[in-house]
């Protein structure tokens, strides 16, 4: 049977649940279990896809196509399997799911309550995330409780938890609270109370934690982890400190050398060879390296919150990590570049337009792709970022100067972007403007080969095919690729049928790297194997910015031997 081990957190959210069970399942991994991870949020909405970025973060897309938590995506660069929908379910699919059994009568009439009902279908979610594969289950899996540990949304999810312990006997499972140690400088000491008061929370519930871990900016010295344990009931040794670090893959190893996936096997009474992180060890030594660094302006709509673009933050450092260079991200708004121009680019070795929806900051990333197109700087979109290459391209080079998308000017003379149903269309003018109301299951999501034509970058980047995730509503508009080519617009990658334009480039004659992709390749972009895009994204970037130094100091020479003959003149 599959045993667990579930995370719970208290005091404040944000402490780092996701990664802790991340890190957490790369040590059981390293030591030869078969792990997965699940996430169980307490908020209502079924699934994120339709939540702001602002008030969620990013929405990591699973090879099954499901709409997740963004911690999905730390578990997958951690543990090496992949998530699916299961991973991952909300307090609003339970009660979605409870109640759907009771108007079919599953419950035989009897009063539909959160105890037993809700909670027993929490488990029974749980228990259907412990699948890997078809046939296979995970002999660990780690749950994440979503919240913290007194939010009233969480309580059927801790219940739960209790009660499988109870029915799942000795060595079956383990508890283990985050939990924050602050530090008050006004005091000049860490702070244990909170973390006291956290656990006497849990244990009130029924759960008692086999093992804590600090979180704090700072090591905890040991006499703080010692007064822990005596408040909390937890031997000293599974007192854990869990300090703020450079990077968050610097984490494994820390929770390693203070054993905490021994004391996580000794509580599922498991015996196994000491865990082995000769992987990890190699990345962290690349990113401690003293590298030359790399500039990449991210030029989007949601840089005000930086976990809106986590997984693309994580697959350039781990491109950075495989090209060895130093990854230096500046997030520039794009309705800044629409007020202030182009200037914030300049100094930049590479442009990177992301994914997004919604018409506010277009112009903005428009006008930065046309400055990377006609400056030869490296250019990577994605998903909205490739669609608007597409209208820039038409309206610069093509000569179709009111080109758009369908979500931005429904009334567009040049839909260059559209909604396939928009293509029931005459000469590429729109006939149908129809648009699907309902913004939950409209889009084309998950995992889907590409085919990629030969003599193009793309081809030099995959080969002749690829697989990459997709999240997104509109499309490259068929009816106008003939004319879109005509003027020098490449098409180096399409759907395996080739009904959809899936990547597109622009001549290396004209341009040393521009590409856009209307896949998500971030969502697959591991530390340990970095993704082919990336990587040469990342070249190409390096390349950039060694030119621009070498011509910067022949200009230099050039101004020096001036001045020499001026001044043989006096």
């Known amino acids: 049977m599959t045993k667990f081990v579930f995370i719970t957190g208290g005091v404040v959210s944000s402490l780092g649940k996701g990664i802790a069970a991340a890190s957490l399942g790369t040590l059981l991994e390293s030591r030869g279990l078969k792990v997965t991870i ?53 307090t609003g699919q339970i009660y979605d799911s409870v109640l759907r059994k009771e108007r079919k009568g599953d419950y035989l009439g009897k009063t539909v309550q959160v105890i037993p009902h809700i909670t027993n279908e929490i488990q029974d979610f749980i228990f ?38 109870l029915r799942l006997g000795k060595g079956m499972t383990c508890f283990v609270h985050l939990t924050l140690v602050p530090f008050l400088a006004s005091a000049g000491e860490l702070k244990t109370k909170p973390t006291q008061h956290s656990v006497q929370r849990l244990r009130e519930i029924g759960i008692v934690p086999n093992l804590i871990l600090c979180r704090a900016d ?48 000794q509580s599922l009474d498991l015996s196994l060879p000491s865990a082995n992180l000769t992987i990890w060890d190699s990345l962290l030594n690349k990113l401690t390296l003293p590298l030359k660094p790399v500039k990449i302006a991210m030029v989007g709509k949601y840089v005000d919150l930086k976990e809106s673009y986590k997984s693309l933050s994580e697959a350039l450092i781990h491109a950075g990590i495989h090209s060895e260079v130093k990854i230096v991200v500046e997030y520039i708004d794009s309705e800044s570049i ?35 197109r006609e400056s030869g700087t490296p250019f990577l979109g994605i998903c909205l970022g490739m669609q608007l290459a597409v209208i820039e ?42 648009f699907l109301s309902d913004k939950g299951g409209t889009m084309r999501l998950g995992s889907q080969h590409v085919k990629i034509f030969k003599s193009t970058l793309s081809h030099k980047i995959y080969g002749d095919f690829t697989k990459e995730r997709h999240r997104h509503r509109y499309e490259f508009n068929n009816l ?18 080739g009904n959809l334009v899936e990547i597109v480039e622009v001549s290396s004659q004209n341009h040393p790297w521009f590409v856009g992709v209307q896949f998500h390749p971030e969502f697959s972009s591991t530390p340990k194997n970095g993704h082919p895009l990336f990587k040469s994204f990342i070249d190409a970037s390096l390349s950039f910015s060694n030119s621009r130094i070498e011509s910067s100091n022949s200009d230099n020479y050039s101004n020096l031997d001036k001045g020499i003959h001026e001044t043989s003149r006096f």
């Open 38 to 90: 699940i996430k169980m949020d307490p908020y209502l909405n079924v699934d994120p896809g339709t939540m702001s970025p602002f008030q969620h973060g990013e929405v990591f897309v699973t090879e099954d196509g499901a709409e997740t938590d963004l911690d999905l995506g730390h578990y997958e660069r951690f543990i090496e399997t992949r998530m699916r929908k299961i991973n991952n379910f909300t």
């Open 128 to 165: 259907r995330g412990t699948q890997i594969g078809e046939r296979d289950r995970a002999q660990v899996a780690i749950v994440e409780v979503g919240g913290t540990v007194g939010d009233i949304e969480s309580l059927p999810f801790l219940e739960a938890i209790r009660q499988m312990a």
């Open 218 to 265: 700072r090591p905890i010295p040991k006499d703080e982890c010692e007064k822990i344990s005596l408040f909390s009931n937890v031997q000293k040794e599974a007192v854990i400190s869990a300090y703020d670090v450079d990077s968050i893959y610097e984490i494994p190893r820390i929770l390693f050398e203070q054993g905490v996936d021994e004391i996580i096997c």
């Open 338 to 372: 629409e007020v202030d121009g182009v200037e914030r680019l300049v100094d930049c070795d590479a442009i990177l337009v992301p994914g997004g929806f919604g018409s506010r900051g277009i112009e903005g990333k428009i006008s930065s792709i046309k400055y990377a």
């Open 393 to 434: 391209f038409a309206r610069n080079v093509a000569d179709m100067p009111k080109a758009n998308s369908t979500e931005f000017d429904p009334e567009t003379s040049f839909p260059v972007v559209a909604l396939v149903t928009d293509w029931l269309t005459k000469d590429g003018n729109i006939e149908n403007r129809s």
């Open 480 to 497: 106008l690729k003939s004319k879109l080519q005509d003027a020098g617009l490449i098409i180096s990658g399409e759907t395996e049928n």
